[in-house]
DNA sequence: TCTATCATCGAACCGCGTTCGATAACCGAA
DNA sequence: TTCGGTTATCGAACGCGGTTCGATGATAGA
């Protein structure tokens, strides 16, 4: 009965109690227990759950530049984690611990082996991706990024704390904010998202036509 | 008396409970509510003082190459969280609404002012680096980075399942686990996250010459 | 039929953040 | 001096959530 899995998985996403949990499947709070030690190896469990499910919808054609097919890859993993807040946490927690996280890991480095780098540099180069994107999507399960799950009244009067708190600062003393607070009431997190990791991207690239 | 953020940040560190703290303050458990509204707000704000620290002590030459001084920055944020691991997740709830964060946000911003560069890609920039390094950084404060505060045995059995799961995986259908496991084994997380950093950074200096 | 493993259950435990009402200590005003 | 109100402190009690535990039923091989 992992189907635990794949019911907290879809329904009642995160914020699950294990008495909610035990409810939902009709069965006893202790019950979890003899298929998991922890809430946290469940969810871990789960969290890689979805991540092979993830890495399964990605497919990269051989013949396509190796770092599209990385870039492809991240994409995918952050959608992901946007759109089940819950996951960027438990990634965080144990990505390379659990089978699908470490065939995650080994598919993003198959794609860096057909470019000329050094092993080093390909170990530094997955890991940078892959803290990357995982850490950044993370950031989304915190504070401002909950704004969905908010009231009306209740969200309008944080973004117009925050506006106040934006317009506030000083273009004296903090010139680089002023310049860029409209930009910032703009944005869309996936850009912001895409354009870092393009730039990290751009780095890796960079390195590897250095080598020829 | 604020000397609490002082105190939970050099005393206990993190791990302390309300009761603790105010046992170790010499005071009542609800006193702390006259000061704070919540356990969040007082780790935040304790977030924020320490970072102000960090950016106060760290100087940036204006001769000296502005992306130089971005890197500067960020690795002293990073080793201030890989010092306080606790750091890292309270950084990732609320950078961008605290004081300090905010002028650290605003000091990188103001050296890629320096640098041909739009105020959307300066944007993004900032944005990129500051995740990379929070998101990044905030990662060591999860999983095998506790592994300090482990008893030796404890530690010891930790260390060997990991290598035995490592040396599981076959080489035929995870090539690139086994091509890196030595490296792995061997890496420092400060290098690879300056590795990171670099390829970032390597990203921002071509988009920045790329327009003269 | 007996017995041992598998599987389930929910009451109870425990630690945590938080709330609350009581109570001083201080201070300007009458 | 006295009084009302703000400032500041306290800790018992609440509620919630993960976890433990011993009991109990199912299932199957001997």
Chains 1, 2 share one sequence.
């Not at 998985?9 to 998991?36: C, H, K, M, N, P």
């Not at 990505?95 to 530094?124: K, V």
């Not at 850009?191 to 870092?196: C, I, S």
């Amino acid at each position: 009965m992992l189907g635990t899995v794949a019911l907290l998985d879809e329904a009642g996403a995160d914020a699950l109690t294990f008495r909610a949990l035990a409810a939902r499947l009709g069965g006893g709070v202790g019950s979890i227990y003899w298929y998991v030690g922890s809430k946290d190896e469940l969810v871990g469990r789960a969290a890689d759950h979805v991540l092979g499910e993830v890495s399964a919808a990605t497919t990269l054609p051989d013949d396509a530049d190796p770092v599209d097919n990385v870039r492809a890859l991240a994409m995918a993993v952050y959608e992901a984690i946007a759109r089940r807040r819950w996951l960027g946490a438990y990634l965080m927690q144990d990505f390379g611990f659990q089978p699908n996280s470490m065939a995650l890991y080994d598919r993003i480095g198959q794609q860096l082996q057909r470019l000329p780098l050094t092993t080093r540099q390909r170990f530094h180069a997955v890991s940078a991706v892959i803290g990357y994107v995982v850490g950044v999507s993370a950031e989304l399960d915190h504070g401002p990024a909950a704004i969905e799950e908010m009231a009306d009244d209740e969200r309008e009067a944080f973004l117009e704390r925050l506006r106040t708190t934006w317009r506030a600062v000083d273009p004296a003393t903090h010139p680089f904010l002023a310049e860029v607070t409209e930009e910032f009431e703009q944005h869309r997190d996936e850009d912001l998202f895409a354009a870092g990791l393009d730039l990290l991207l751009a780095g890796l690239r960079q390195q590897a036509s250095a080598a020829e």
